[in-house]
């Protein structure tokens, strides 16, 4: 069966923030000149918003340039931020940073904790109502190029393949999707993406970007437990000071709490699990204080792109540009990155319109990075461009460093420090001591598989796999017999298991692929790079609710 072909202005690859920004934008530039612009919007998701998964708290600064109104147009931003806390952990207790001391990416007044899958949810209406075609449960899963080598579009993925990839009973071939540009925003750790930094050598000269994965539950707490407005951002235990990571409580409108935990992905012991880091941090007295007597609501997992300015890739390829954490636009030192998808579509449909008015097509636009520079998130993410360097150097020697970055030469010190890769951390198993992490208790702390339930994710297991292994020895030879297996624990899913069929048997890999919740973290933190997350059948993966 062949592929049909629909032509368009401009296809956008991901419907999150950045991709949903850039749309709107080209359809706003586009009425304001009386043009009719074609523009396509396609979504991995059987919904917009059902794989978008953040804290959040939201800077509104890009989506206020993008909707003026949008306090009118009932955007669901509904909690201001109205207080601030900071607190190094130990075991059993707290030192709180006084606010006075905090450096101004870490002070949030002026921004709300939003529910960002609800935003994009909001944001994809007033795509719809502005004329672009958007299509959920479309997977991007092939570039397309043309004969000079640019890139001319996608095509969708084939629905019913047989597991041997060969076409079954319902076989439904993808489509392709002509575009003059083409915005890819897949998010963090983009499969398509990936490919395109390799083609374009778009890495060149930046530094590997580096990751942390953020798990997350929504919690219904007893009313007198709750503070709308609070954020509470979190250092050192359950970590020790070596490694990475951090918590945040987040206390939105209606009862609601978000928690969670984000740990990166550059650590080194490979026993360490982000998943039972996340269920320890909850039991701390200044977490469960909050929580108990509540319910868990919801549960997810996301990989998150935190090099900063130095990891960014070249933005464009003849045809088009990557767009927000397809590029790595979020600023981990804010812990906020939705501003920066949201400004970075924009910027990139602006430069793809002015192509369009000259009759371009198919070229690099070089207006987007010279943009880009020019703008205020270029000096935003420039002023935190240490941030992630410095916190490698230790949680108090690395805070330090930060804060005098920040406090006294206000983020304009001459130096920039590079990034390595996250894949290239972990020790060998024999000289790293093994990690006694409680059972859960299923009231405060919770396994991987209820969790994963209440992520409503969902695969037809008669499909090709979508984790796909480039070597089926390694996770044998090479994981289990020197690094203990990692790909066990720095899944928040369960989706990879070392299975013996006796005590003494042989020890395969098993792949619980329908397990699998979309977070990335297999792809960037194997130590082989053996792993390559590719995209299922679209329409399916978590279908989460306002995460």
Not at 167 to 175: D, I, K, V
Not at 184 to 209: I, M, N, S, V
Not at 331 to 358: C, D, V
Request: glycine share 10%; charged share 20%.
């Amino acid at each position: 069966m062949e592929r049909e072909s629909m032509e368009f202005d401009v296809l956008v690859v991901g419907g999150g923030p950045a991709g949903l920004s850039a749309a709107i934008k080209l359809k706003q530039l586009a009425e304001a000149k009386g043009q009719d612009l074609s523009v396509c919007l396609i979504e991995k998701a059987a919904e917009i918003g059902a794989h978008i998964l953040s804290g959040a708290v939201m800077d509104p600064q890009a989506l206020t340039e993008l909707f003026p109104d949008w306090r009118e147009r009932g955007a669901p931003l509904k909690t201001a931020v109205t207080e601030d806390k900071v607190l190094f952990l130990n075991e059993t207790g707290a030192r709180q940073i006084p606010n006075g001391m905090l450096p101004d990416c870490f002070v949030n007044h002026g921004n709300y904790i939003v529910r960002l899958g609800n935003v994009v949810k909001w944001l994809g209406e007033q795509a719809e109502a502005l004329g672009v075609e958007v299509y959920p449960g479309f997977a991007g899963a092939e570039i397309l190029y043309d004969d000079a080598g640019g890139v001319k579009g996608v095509a969708t993925g084939d629905m019913g393949l047989n597991r041997d990839g060969s076409p079954g009973p319902h076989h439904q071939p993808g489509m392709e999707l002509h575009a003059k540009y083409t915005l890819f925003a897949e998010g963090c750790r983009g499969h398509l993406g990936k490919q395109l930094e390799a083609r374009y050598k778009l890495r060149d000269g930046a530094d590997p970007q580096t990751y942390g994965i953020g798990i997350k539950e929504l919690w219904e707490v007893k009313p007198e437990n709750h503070r709308p407005g609070l954020v509470v951002h979190t250092a050192g235990w359950p970590m020790d000071n070596t490694t990475y990571g951090g918590g945040f409580v987040y206390h939105l409108e209606d009862n609601l709490v978000a928690v969670g935990y984000v740990v990166g992905l550059n650590y080194s012991n490979p026993y360490l699990s982000p998943f039972e880091e996340m269920q320890r941090y909850k039991t701390h007295p200044e977490i469960r204080k909050y929580l108990e007597g509540g319910k868990r609501l919801a549960y997810g997992a996301r990989a998150i792109a935190a090099g900063g300015l130095q990891s960014l890739p070249r933005l464009i390829f003849p045809g088009g540009g990557l767009i927000g954490d397809d590029a790595g636009f979020l600023n981990a030192a804010r812990i906020k990155g939705s501003h920066a998808a949201i400004k970075s579509g924009m910027l990139a449909a602006e430069a793809a319109f002015e192509a369009l008015e000259q009759q371009r097509q198919h070229d690099a636009l070089t207006a987007y990075p010279a943009a880009f520079r020019e703008s205020w998130l270029y000096a935003e993410l420039h002023k935190t461009r240490n941030f992630k360097p410095y916190m490698k150097k230790g949680l108090y020697l690395g805070s330090l460093l930060f804060g005098i970055d920040q406090v006294l030469f206000k983020g304009k010190t001459p130096w920039t420090l590079h990034n390595s890769a996250d894949h290239t951390a972990l020790r060998p198993a024999a000289e790293c001591a093994r990690i006694d992490y409680p059972k859960p208790d299923g009231t405060l702390t919770f396994d991987r598989l209820s969790s994963v339930f209440l992520s409503n994710t969902n695969h037809e297991e008669e499909q090709p796999c979508h984790l796909q292994l480039k070597d089926a020895s390694v996770p044998i030879a090479i994981n289990l017999a020197r690094y203990d297996a990692p790909e066990q624990r720095y899944c928040p899913a369960g989706v990879y298991e070392i299975v013996r069929e006796s005590d003494d048997g042989e020890a395969r890999l098993q792949i619980n692929a329908q397990n699998c919740v979309h977070c990335k973290t297999c792809d960037i933190k194997d130590p082989t790079q053996n792993i390559n997350w590719v995209v299922p059948q679209g329409g399916e993966g978590p279908i989460y609710q306002g995460m």
